[in-house]
């Protein structure tokens, strides 16, 4: 759809202009747009990725850090409730670690 052909055009863009703020922050905001999308769509492990990547283009905006806490917390909270998924304990792992979060990502 039209968010993925956004995606695509700021990436395209970044490549152009490396350094540029602004095109990387829009495109961060194009793939929390995405990723909000999948993780609508049930599809959690793609959103996780999305909010991961756009976080990784504005590492400072907390918008994105909260919706992908939202996300990570989500996951697990389906832990605790299942507690079989060894996954999603593992992507829960992974992006507690890369947030800081080592106390939460051993658990």
Do not use: W
């Not at 968010?3 to 602004?22: D, H, N, R, S, W």
């Not at 829009?26 to 996780?48: F, P, Q, R, S, Y």
């Not at 504005?58 to 697990?76: G, K, N």
Request: charged share 20%.
């Amino acid at each position: 759809g039209e968010l993925e052909k956004a995606v695509i055009c700021y990436q395209k863009a970044t490549q152009l202009t490396p350094g540029f703020k602004m095109v990387a922050h829009n495109l961060a905001v194009a793939l929390t747009d995405l990723a909000t999308k999948l993780k609508g769509e049930g599809k959690i492990d793609e959103a996780m990725r999305m909010y991961e990547k756009a976080l990784s283009y504005s590492p400072q905006d907390m918008a994105f850090i909260l919706l992908l806490e939202s996300v990570i917390q989500s996951q697990y909270d389906n832990l605790l409730v299942i507690g079989q998924y060894a996954e999603a304990m593992y992507n829960c792992g992974v992006i507690f670690a890369e947030t800081g979060q080592i106390d939460r990502a051993i658990f």
